[in-house]
Each structure stands twice: as structure tokens, then as C-alpha cells.
């Protein structure tokens, strides 16, 4: 009897530690899971950690980027505004320059051809004037009497001042301010340029009494006498 009741409670304690093991066992795999769970957790929120940590590298390294851009644009868009300005000023430099070529170029063909005129006019005989002549230059006023009075001292008969007169008119009105801005001529006689009066004195911009002595310096020069002059005129626009 002792020993069966002996047996029971072996086995009795044999199935109670078999229940403790496996409820041990229950408790120790979920500590294990949980402990994994933690485990993974923690994982998961460094790679959390470190994903924000590169987007904010990343942030750093386009605003950067944006930013050196900016530079650069602004860097580029200054050196071609200089280089546009700098283009400008060569084309304004090289327009000037073919506006002073052209005009010594026909200034040349008109010297030219007004020599070959006056060549082909043979001996420079005075071309006579059929209109009314003056008895003095009482009879004008202002710089017509100036240049009328100066052409009677350069050898001139007073029978020329009608020629010269009727030449002047027409190129300046007798104006001795009077400016040819296409071409450059100034002044009673329009001489072109107009610098090529300073011969006749450095006030040969104000004062028309030096215009005048040069333009009939100038005619008599080129055409002997203002008549021959103003028929030249009539003939080619020019003279």
C-alpha cells in the first residue's frame, strides 16, 4: 500500500514539474519574443533616427546647391551684361568710324571732281551775271554787307556779289552758325569740315568775317571768281 501510494506521488511530482517546465517554458518564450519585439523596436527607430538624419543631409545639400546656383546665375548674368555693353560700344565706335569714312570719301570725290570741273572749264574766264548789280554794299546789311565790303577788298568787282550773293543763300542763308549735320560743313561758306577755316583765325566759329575771308579764299582758289562759282553750283548742287 506504502509503495503504490509511493508511486503516485512520483508521479504525481513528475507530472507537476512536467506542467512547471512547460509553463517555464511558455513564460520564457514570450520573454524571448518580447525581448525580440524590443529588439526590433529599437532597430526600427534608429533606421528612423538615421533616415532623418540623411533627409536632413540631403536637405543641407540641395539648399547648397540651390543656393551656389543662384551664384552662379547671377555671376553669369553680370559678365554677360558687361559683355553686352562693352559689344555696344565697339559697334557705336566702328559705326562712328564708317560715318568718318564715308563722309572723307565723298568729300574727296566732290575736291575731285570739282578740280576735273574747273580744269574742263578751260582757262577760268569769269561767267558773266545778267542780273541787276549793285552800285554798293550800301545797298545790303548784316554779314551780306560784311561780305559783300570783303569781296571788294579780295579784288573782286562788285558786278561778282550778286553770284556770290545768291551762292551763300543757298548754302547757308548767311548764317555763320549755320551746321550741315549730315555731313559736317559749317558756317557762310559751309566748309567741310569747318575746322579748315581756323586758317583764317581760331574764332572761326563765331565770327563771320573769317568765314567769309576763307570762302573767298576758297573760290578764288578753285574757281577764280564767284560767278564761275555759283555756275557751278546751278550745274552740280555743290561747288
Not at 13 to 24: N, R, Y
Not at 92 to 111: G, M, N, P, S
Not at 183 to 196: D, E, T, V, W
Request: hydrophobic share 35%; glycine share 10%.
Amino acid at each position: 500500500m506504502n509503495r503504490l501510494w509511493s508511486r503516485v506521488g512520483i508521479r504525481v511530482a513528475s507530472v507537476g514539474l512536467l506542467v512547471a517546465g512547460v509553463i517555464g517554458g511558455v513564460y520564457l518564450g514570450q520573454d524571448q519574443e518580447v525581448q525580440a519585439q524590443s529588439t526590433q523596436a529599437d532597430a526600427v527607430a534608429r533606421v528612423d533616427v538615421d533616415d532623418m538624419q540623411l533627409l536632413k543631409e540631403r536637405h543641407g545639400q540641395h539648399a547648397a546647391a540651390r543656393a551656389y546656383q543662384r551664384e552662379a546665375e547671377g555671376e553669369a548674368a553680370s559678365k554677360a551684361a558687361s559683355e553686352a555693353k562693352a559689344a555696344a560700344g565697339k559697334a557705336r565706335t566702328l559705326e562712328k568710324k564708317v560715318i568718318e569714312k564715308k563722309a572723307a570719301e565723298k568729300k574727296k570725290a566732290e575736291e575731285k571732281k570739282a578740280q576735273e570741273s574747273g580744269s574742263s572749264s578751260g582757262s577760268g574766264a569769269t561767267v558773266p551775271f545778267t542780273g541787276p548789280i549793285p552800285e554798293s554794299c550800301n545797298d545790303y546789311s548784316g554779314n551780306r554787307e560784311t561780305g559783300c565790303a570783303l569781296m571788294l577788298k579780295a579784288g573782286f568787282k562788285i558786278s561778282q556779289f550778286p553770284c556770290l550773293d545768291k551762292l551763300w543763300k543757298k548754302e547757308s542763308g548767311w548764317n555763320h552758325r549755320a551746321s550741315n549735320a549730315s555731313s559736317g560743313a559749317y558756317g557762310i561758306p559751309q566748309s567741310l569740315p569747318g575746322s579748315k577755316m581756323s586758317s583764317e583765325g581760331s574764332d572761326w566759329r563765331t565770327n563771320p568775317a573769317t568765314q567769309i575771308k576763307w570762302g573767298l579764299g576758297y573760290i578764288e582758289g578753285r574757281y577764280n571768281t564767284p560767278c564761275n562759282a555759283w555756275s557751278h553750283s546751278q550745274s552740280s548742287g555743290w561747288y
